[in-house]
Nanobody, 125 residues
Framework: QVQLVESGGGLAQAGGSLRVSCAAS????????MGWFRQAPGKEREFVAG????????YYADFAKGRFAVSRDDGKNTVYLQMNSLKPEDTAVYYC??????????????????WGQGTQVTVSS
């Protein structure tokens, strides 16, 4: 069973950048399609970005397009989310998640079977 641990969150100013990482252990990380989600206080958890198991395809929520980039390094069993041009509304707990779905990138959190504990990202104005 794959276990996921996020890191790299913290405080950034509006317009700044942060990179969050998700390290996997156990199981077969390289066969997992990976997604990033976020949840702000009082809001539903929402999809941010995803990358297929091969790394060949990525998909972004509209608010992330052009600002965020998802990547993976299977040699390090790690998936990354580079966030640029951060806005205060990006403040949330960011979670990585894995799914055995390989032909597409699911947008629903309910299609992911493995989750990290989350890392807080706070963007000040």
């Amino acid at each position: 069973q794959v276990q996921l641990v996020e890191s790299g969150g913290g405080l950034a100013q509006a317009g700044g950048s942060l990179r969050v990482s998700c390290a996997a252990s156990g199981g077969t990380f390289s066969r997992k399609t990976m997604g990033w989600f976020r949840q702000a206080p009082g809001k539903e958890r929402e999809f941010v970005a995803g990358i297929t198991w091969s790394g060949a395809s990525t998909y972004y929520a509209d608010f992330a397009k052009g600002r965020f980039a998802v990547s993976r390094d299977d040699g390090k069993n790690t998936v990354y989310l580079q966030m640029n041009s951060l806005k205060p509304e990006d403040t949330a707990v960011y979670y990585c998640a894995g799914t055995s779905t390989v032909l597409r990138i699911p947008l629903s959190q309910y299609e992911y079977d493995t989750w990290g504990q989350g890392t807080q990202v706070t963007v000040s104005s």
